[in-house]
């Protein structure tokens, strides 16, 4: 069964290091999307993609976080530097197409000491 | 600012009872999703409700759409531990169609 692949699964950085997380979507899946889990929440999502274009990034800290997917298929979300703010779950998800049904991968669990 | 809440925040139940969970949000769409959260995991896709009117069963769980009061429910028939999560309602919100998540029910279904 196709499934949304993450990576790393933990990741455990000092503050004001870098660090990046991968994402690769279920084949054939145009849209993108990375979001954020504080621990007792719901996802707030930082940034989706449509293809390699970015068609939302509202609520992405543009001064520390970066995201890209180069050819529209496999993407990465980067933080440079790390704050203690930012220890959360990170999710990315994947869907055919905007506003079909998004399958979400194992997620990446940050913690910034 | 278009919104999806849910409510109650917290669920704590008997084994054997019944309870719903609801799920109000402010937009026009006429879909809806249902998640589910073990702790410390991922999402898992429960629910797809596509039109006015749907409803859609699994096991203890039922979940239905009404578009037109922009409710969804999620109905628990006599509930046992292995229901214990968190649940998320979610919608589609404005063009670039972002998928917006409700606050989550913690569910604890109690022996």
């Known amino acids: 069964e196709a499934e949304v692949a993450q990576s790393p699964r933990y990741k455990i950085t000092e503050k004001s290091q870098a660090v990046a997380f991968w994402c690769d979507p279920i084949?054939?899946?145009?849209?993108l999307y990375w979001y954020r889990q504080i621990l007792g929440q719901g996802p707030e999502l930082l940034v989706q993609?449509?293809?390699?274009?970015?068609?939302?990034d509202s609520q992405l800290p543009k001064d520390r976080f970066s995201a890209e997917r180069l050819k529209g298929v496999d993407s990465t979300l980067k933080i440079q530097p790390a704050e203690l703010g930012d220890s959360a779950m990170y999710l990315c998800?994947?869907?055919f197409g905007r506003g079909t049904e998004a399958f979400f991968g194992q997620g990446t669990r940050l913690t910034v000491v | 600012e278009l919104k999806v809440e849910q409510n109650p925040l917290f669920l704590s139940m008997q084994e054997g009872k019944n309870y719903t969970i609801y799920c109000n949000y402010s937009?026009?769409?006429?879909?809806l999703y249902w998640y589910r959260q073990d702790p410390g995991k991922s999402l898992e896709s429960l629910f797809v409700?596509?039109?006015?009117?749907a409803v859609k069963q699994e096991g203890r769980l039922m979940a239905s759409l009404d578009t037109k009061a922009r409710l969804s429910t999620l109905h628990i028939t006599a509930a046992v531990h292995d229901l214990s999560a968190t649940y998320f309602c979610?919608?589609?919100?404005?063009?670039?169609?972002?998928?917006?998540f409700g606050k989550g029910t913690l569910l604890t279904v109690n022996p």
């Open positions: 993609f449509q293809d390699e274009s970015v068609v939302d």
């Open positions: 937009t026009t769409s006429d879909r």
């Open positions: 979610a919608n589609w919100v404005g063009s670039n169609y972002k998928l917006t």
């Open positions: 409700l596509l039109s006015n009117g």
């Open positions: 084949s054939g899946h145009a849209t």
């Open positions: 998800a994947s869907s």
